[in-house]
Nanobody
C-alpha cells in the first residue's frame, strides 16, 4: 500500500508562490491516477488537480487553471504542485493521493473521490 507524505506548505502573501511535494513510499504511483485536493476549515474538500502517468490525462479545477501546475519526478515517486499567484481563498490543507481509476475522470476530481491520501500540508495565504 502506498503511503504519502506531503510537505512544502507554509505562510505566503497574496500573489506569492509555493511548491508542494508529495513523497510516495511503498510503491510508485504509476498504476493509477494521482492528484491533489484541499480542505479549508468548515468547508467540503475540493479536488484541485489530477494527473495520470498511464494515459497522460490531466484535469485541473477551474479555480486553479493558469495558476497551479501538477507534475512528478522521473522516478514517479514524488508528486509536485506548483502554486502561483496564491490568493487568501487558497488557504487550506492540501493533500495528495491516488484516485481509484487509472485515468483521470473529471467527475472524480470534482467530487475529490480519492482512494487514499496523506496527512496534508497547511498553506496559509495572507492578504
Amino acid at each position: 500500500e502506498v503511503q504519502f507524505v506531503e510537505s512544502g506548505g507554509g505562510l505566503v502573501q497574496a500573489g506569492g508562490s509555493v511548491r508542494l511535494s508529495c513523497a510516495a513510499s511503498g510503491s510508485s504511483f504509476d498504476d493509477r491516477a494521482i492528484g491533489w485536493f484541499r480542505q479549508a476549515p468548515g468547508k467540503e474538500r475540493e479536488g484541485v488537480s489530477c494527473f495520470s502517468e498511464i494515459d497522460g490525462t490531466e484535469y485541473d479545477a477551474d479555480f486553479v487553471k493558469g495558476r497551479f501546475t501538477i507534475s512528478s519526478d522521473e522516478t514517479k515517486s514524488i508528486l509536485y504542485l506548483q502554486m502561483n499567484n496564491l490568493q487568501p481563498e487558497d488557504t487550506a490543507i492540501y493533500y495528495c493521493g491516488t484516485f481509484r481509476t487509472r485515468a483521470c475522470v473529471a467527475t472524480d476530481l470534482e467530487a475529490a473521490a480519492f482512494g487514499s491520501w496523506g496527512q496534508g500540508t497547511q498553506v496559509t495565504v495572507s492578504s
